[in-house]
T-cell receptor, first 114, second 112 residues
């Protein structure tokens, strides 16, 4: 079974803190994605990566950065957390190439920024 | 540009009743289409996907979806809903780079 794990299910941080969200997949997938999910807005893509040390901006990258030093791990970084970054964050992975490849999701991290 | 629209934000059905969730897509070529389900507090799980061929696709948990090119639709159906089907449902279409575009979701409530 494909497994995508996220380091925390719930996280509470203060405004201005640096926040790290970690995601690990165990299926040797090339592609990894970070989304945020907000009511009424669905899932919006923040960043994605097709390979180690590669990253591409998604639709809403402002205020975020990412790191992919190893194939199985994709980290989302909030350099200086703000209250408008309170959200559910979902990580996903998929095998390379082909639009037919499904994305596998982690359980999500619900981040609250106070 | 590719996109999907889910016109219904929230649907309530009685347990045992039939269900249809709507999804309309915008895509220049033949689309690949996916339906995902998200149970409360969980990540997304794939229900079914369409690539080509038979326009009626069977998925897990008794769900099916029908691709209708003439209507640009890929509606999800279930003949008899169970209380455990209460969840949020997302339709999605990938682009050539394997990025997914998700609809805004439909929240399903099942009443006894």
């Amino acid at each position: 079974d494909v497994k995508v794990t996220q380091s925390s299910r719930y996280l509470v941080k203060r405004t201005g803190e640096k926040v790290f969200l970690e995601c690990v997949q165990d299926m040797d997938h090339e592609n990894m994605f970070w989304y945020r999910q907000d009511p009424g807005l669905g899932l919006r893509l923040i960043y994605f990566s097709y390979d180690v040390k590669m990253k591409e901006k998604g639709d809403i990258p402002e205020g975020y950065s990412v790191s992919r030093e190893k194939k199985e791990r994709f980290s989302l970084i909030l350099e200086s957390a703000s209250t408008n970054q309170t959200s559910m964050y979902l990580c996903a992975s998929s095998s390379g190439g082909g639009r037919q490849n499904e994305q596998f999701f982690g359980p999500g991290t619900r981040l609250t920024v106070l | 540009a590719q996109s999907v629209t889910q016109p219904d934000i929230h649907i309530t059905v009685s347990e045992g009743a039939s269900l249809e969730l709507r999804c309309n897509y915008s895509y220049g070529a033949t689309p690949y289409l996916f339906w995902y389900v998200q149970s409360p507090g969980q990540g997304l799980q794939l229900l079914l996907k369409y690539f080509s061929g038979d326009t009626l696709v069977q998925g897990i948990k008794g769900f099916e979806a029908e691709f209708k090119r003439s209507q640009s639709s890929f509606n999800l159906r279930k003949p008899s809903v169970h209380w455990s089907d209460a969840a949020e449902y997302f339709c999605a279409v990938p682009n050539t780079g394997n990025q997914f575009y998700f609809g805004t979701g439909t929240s399903l409530t099942v009443i006894p």
